[in-house]
């Protein structure tokens, strides 16, 4: 399942390729249909993430009034507005084809993302089981260098199941096997948002004493609690480890016995790491006084990681040995020695 950060920089994809669009809307599948014909001919507003969940705001063709970033308070104010809420759990994707004009953004190419057809495909492919961004997967072919001129582009034919496709004159975004996909109103957007916590990509105001308290109420151990969505949306299985190790505490450690300084150290870490994941594309977390001058052979995750996948190796920071353990169903890494 793809970390928050991806799900940002796909929404500003989106927003780059469709937004202020008048579109086609279609369920080549048939699963979305009645959604897609209450969309079709619609305008796009400026896509929102919030975590892991994206949502994509149509509003009438004669209406070309951008709506406001979603907040908690304010999203079920825009009645005019009809969302689009994806969840791509762990199969969906985004195939996105189109003329020279419509691929010239440099975000496409992030996890969960492939760009072209037949046989030259660029893609940021990552690993269902654990988040992991391995680059561009060679049995798909060619990076995709050009497309067609705009006036010889058409659309190609649908690959797949495909939920749902957004069309413009100059490209076509395909959608498939999402978890998730439905037309919610506002008020149901806002019903959404209401189980979430805050996300650390928007950090608004108010949000670091939330993620503090939301921490501070619960006795589960911290290790499940940073990926449990309701206290923080969008840190995933390398976000988890990582920032974890990055602050010094033991995956066990219950949250209601965890200081609020170090809870907040962590909600300032998830920032930080975050940002920059959606800045360049990629969880690249190793701490620079810890990253290693040459990558180690047999241990090249310690090029990016400092225990995530680094079941068995010395800790870069004080030897320890790293440990693993599933928690929550998901592969967990830490340090003994470090963290505590």
Known sequence: MPEGHSIHRLALVLTELFSGEVVRASSPQGRFAAGAELLDGSRILPVQAWGKHLFIPFADADNPDPTAD??????????EIRWIH?????????????????????????????????????????????????????????IVEAGPSASAWRPPAPRGAVRLRILTENGVADLSGP?????????????????????????????????IDLVRRRRAPIGGLVMDQSVAAGPGNIYRA?????????????????????????WDDLVDIM??????????????????????????EASRWAVYHRTGRPCLRCGSTIREKLMQGRRLFWCPGCQR
């Open 179 to 211: 978890n998730q996909c439905e037309v919610k109103t506002g008020a149901e957007v806002a019903a959404v948002l209401a189980r979430l916590g805050p996300d650390p990509l928007r950090n608004a105001p108010g949000d670091r004493a939330l993620f």
């Open 86 to 142: 994806v969840h791509l759990g762990l199969y969906g994707r985004w195939v996105f084809n189109g003329d020279d004009s419509f691929l010239k953004s440099k975000l496409l190419g992030v996890p969960h993302i492939i760009i072209g057809e037949g046989d030259e495909v660029r893609s940021a492919v990552t690993d269902p089981a654990d988040d992991v961004q391995f680059g561009t997967r060679t049995d798909l072919g060619g």
């Open 70 to 79: 979603i907040s908690r308070s304010n999203v079920a104010d825009h009645l």
């Open 275 to 300: 940002t920059d994941g959606l800045e360049t594309g990629t969880i690249q977390t190793i701490q620079p006084d810890l990253a290693p001058a040459k990558p180690i052979e047999g241990d090249l």
């Open 242 to 266: 990582e920032t974890l190790f990055r602050v010094g505490i033991h995956p066990d450690r219950p949250g209601a016995k965890v200081s609020r300084q170090r809870i907040g150290l962590m």
